[in-house]
């Protein structure tokens, strides 16, 4: 069973929790989340189409999962992986910004560590909690609308970047400042 959800505003979330009560996974799976992006060729912007969906428990010990160093820190510890069932290499903008650089000492800091989230990506929680559609969409949302800093700072000019990435960093990504956000 699929459930599909845009990550436009105008989704409908009373629609959203009485689908999400509605689902049953079953006891040898565990509750995952797919992302799909979408562009929409009339005005070639982007979107995320997010599918609840049962990933099988033994699909977890499989090779190719990642973890999320920044959804972590964010307090929902999220791994990913290619969906097995999809064929698509397009760009996945939603899974690469769950998986930004946070080291301030790498060179790549506030680029994506992962080249291989590409095409529909499967998401799970690390510690066995469910994971539900609302909450991966306010991570999302939280990365797009809050930490547009994070992602551009390569690009910025400041006298010290080093010092500069580590307050952005301990500033943005933790629980208490998501915590604020999803609250609004």
Excluded at 18 to 30: G, R, S, W, Y
């Amino acid at each position: 069973m699929h459930l599909t959800y845009n990550i436009h505003p105008r989704t409908s979330h009373a629609i959203e929790r009485n689908a999400i009560a509605a689902m049953t996974i079953p006891d040898d799976c565990v509750q995952g989340i797919i992302l799909h992006e979408t562009k929409d060729t009339t005005s070639s912007q982007r979107s995320t189409i997010f599918l609840s969906t049962a990933v099988p428990k033994t699909a977890l010990d499989e090779p190719g999962w990642l973890a999320s160093p920044l959804a972590a820190k964010l307090g929902i510890p999220l791994m990913f992986r290619k969906s097995r069932l999809s064929e698509s290499q397009a760009f996945n903008y939603s899974a690469q910004l769950l998986m930004l650089e946070l080291d301030p000492e790498d060179p790549e800091f506030g680029a994506s560590i992962c080249d291989r989230l590409l095409g529909d990506v499967v998401v799970v929680r690390t510690d066995g909690r469910i994971v539900g559609v609302k909450t991966v969409k306010t991570l999302v949302r939280y990365l797009q609308e809050e930490c547009s800093e994070l992602r551009g700072f390569w690009r910025a000019s400041y006298p010290d970047p080093k010092a500069k990435a580590s307050e952005i960093v301990e500033r943005l990504i933790n629980e208490e400042a998501f915590g604020r956000y999803r609250r609004v």
